[in-house]
């Protein structure tokens, strides 16, 4: 059974500080990794998906490597700003999706 | 392209009444889910549909939730009785096949329980 951990819970930066937010899952295999954003009280936002057989992704100030062997995948927010102000939540897709329990990050001005 | 649209947005109820979510997915998405997200957790997939037909619903506590997808377009979640535990927010997303394939999620329906 996948089993999918965030880490940190939370995170707390002053604007413009790059940050990595960390995804572990138990099973590599899997067909793909998301990151998704959560703002309060809204669904989910694609931010990335990396297929299996990718190493990264990159849009515009996110980028998303994934190392299947070792079972980890990391999000890089450059040049962080307030409106990045959310929870990003990782999801693994092997025979079903599988979330982690999310990160949720406060950059301050 | 719209996206997936889900109603009613907010509901409150009391416990053992009934309570129906409504998901309309992007045109042409063959794979539909239900996921149940608690406040502090990441969604838990309930049900996923291919086309009209149940692919996997194990988590489904099917003992008061049901959902059905005819015509494999929209689809229905229904719990009945509710209990104070069901309180989440409840997640519809589509595919355009399978798990391998982006999923594209709706707002959600946040549901309280008193």
């Known amino acids: 059974k996948q089993e999918v951990t965030q880490i940190p819970a939370a995170l707390s930066v002053p604007e413009g500080e790059n940050l990595v937010l960390n995804c572990s899952f138990t099973?590599?295999?899997?067909?793909?990794l998301q990151w998704f954003r959560q703002d309060p009280g809204k669904g989910l936002t694609s931010l990335l998906l990396?297929?299996?057989?990718?190493r990264e992704q990159t849009s515009g100030r996110l980028n998303a490597s994934l190392d299947k062997s070792s079972g980890r995948s990391t999000l890089y927010i450059a040049a962080s700003q307030p409106g990045d102000s959310a929870t990003y939540l990782c999801?693994?897709?092997?025979?079903?999706?599988?979330f982690g329990a999310g990160t949720r990050l406060t950059v301050k001005p | 392209e719209a996206g997936v649209a889900q109603s009613p947005r907010y509901k409150i109820i009391e416990k053992r009444q009934s309570v129906a979510f409504w998901c309309n997915p992007i045109s042409g998405h063959a794979t539909l889910y239900w996921y149940q997200q608690i406040l502090g957790q990441g969604p838990k997939l309930l049900i996923q549909?291919?086309?009209?037909?149940?692919?996997?619903d194990s988590q489904l506590p099917k003992d008061r939730f049901s959902a059905e997808r005819l015509k494999g377009v929209d689809s229905t979640l229904k719990i009945q009785p509710a209990k104070l535990e069901d309180s989440a927010v409840y997640l519809c997303?589509?595919?355009?096949?399978?798990?391998?394939?982006?999923?594209?999620f709706g707002p959600g329906t946040r549901l309280t329980v008193t």
């Open positions: 997303a589509s595919s355009l096949t399978d798990v391998a394939y982006e999923q594209y």
């Open positions: 099973d590599s295999a899997i067909y793909n």
């Open positions: 999801a693994v897709s092997s025979n079903d999706m599988r």
């Open positions: 549909f291919q086309n009209n037909g149940v692919v996997d």
């Open positions: 990396i297929q299996s057989s990718q």
